[in-house]
């Protein structure tokens, strides 16, 4: 079955640190990955997707992700936390099924950023 | 603000009532797609349409479930006699699909129900 892990239920850093949230995936076929936060109250927001290409794909807040395909993982990643950083990720791969592309998501994983 | 917009954010109604949600995509976004969350979990994936054609209902959407979207512009969500178990929050999302597989969906405040 296609499917996508987070492992983690929840990460604590000190603001400052890096911080890695981790995400694997099981798809058949090339995956389509995404990551999204969402703040309390608040709907997904889109951080950064990877297609093709570079295995290190940048995105918005400073995030950035490293697709790995031996692993199959897109953990994502910030090389200094930030307080403000403190939600709720979800990871996401877009799948071909028979009805079209579908988006799965993981079960998400909540950072918590320790001033 | 241009971003997907969702009402009402709160709904609050008692077992058996019927309830109705309205969604407005960004303008131009010819795709529009409904979920649904529960506490701890990600987003399950409904339903969706392109423009006005709905062309998939996840299993999750039982008979009670209808969605529409009559002029391929805002969509509304209704569920029939409400049960307690539909208590959640209620996400909409819209994308621009130009044939590329790696659409990006943006997603609206989000609805939250509770069934009473």
């Known amino acids: 079955a296609q499917s996508v892990a987070q492992p983690e239920d929840q990460v604590n850093v000190a603001e400052g640190n890096p911080l890695t949230v981790k995400c694997t995936y099981s798809?058949?076929?090339?995956?389509?990955l995404f990551w999204y936060v969402q703040y309390p109250n608040r709907g997904l927001q889109f951080l950064l997707k990877y297609i093709t290409g570079d295995n290190l794909v940048k995105g918005s807040y400073g995030f950035e992700a490293e697709f790995n395909k031996s692993q199959t993982s897109f953990h994502l990643k910030k090389p200094s936390a930030l307080v403000s950083d403190s939600a709720l990720y979800f990871c996401?791969?877009?799948?071909?099924?028979?009805?079209?592309?579908?988006?799965?998501f993981g079960a998400g994983t909540r950072l918590f950023v320790k001033a | 603000d241009t971003g997907v917009s969702q009402d009402p954010r709160h709904k609050i109604t008692k077992r058996g009532q019927n309830v109705t949600f309205r969604c407005d995509p960004i303008s131009e976004h010819n795709r529009l797609y409904w979920y649904r969350q529960t506490l701890g979990q990600g987003p399950e994936f409904l339903t969706y349409f392109q423009n006005e054609a709905q062309l998939e209902k996840s299993r999750l959407l039982s008979d009670r479930f209808s969605a529409e979207r009559p002029k391929g512009s805002f969509s509304t969500l209704e569920i029939q006699r409400t049960e307690q178990g539909d208590s959640a929050m209620y996400l909409c999302?819209?994308?621009?699909?130009?044939?590329?597989?790696?659409?990006?969906?943006?997603f609206g405040p989000g609805t939250r129900l509770l069934v009473l």
């Open positions: 996401a791969v877009r799948v071909l099924n028979t009805g079209g592309f579908k988006t799965i």
């Open positions: 798809v058949s076929g090339n995956p389509y």
């Open positions: 999302a819209s994308s621009l699909v130009t044939g590329a597989r790696g659409e990006t969906q943006y």
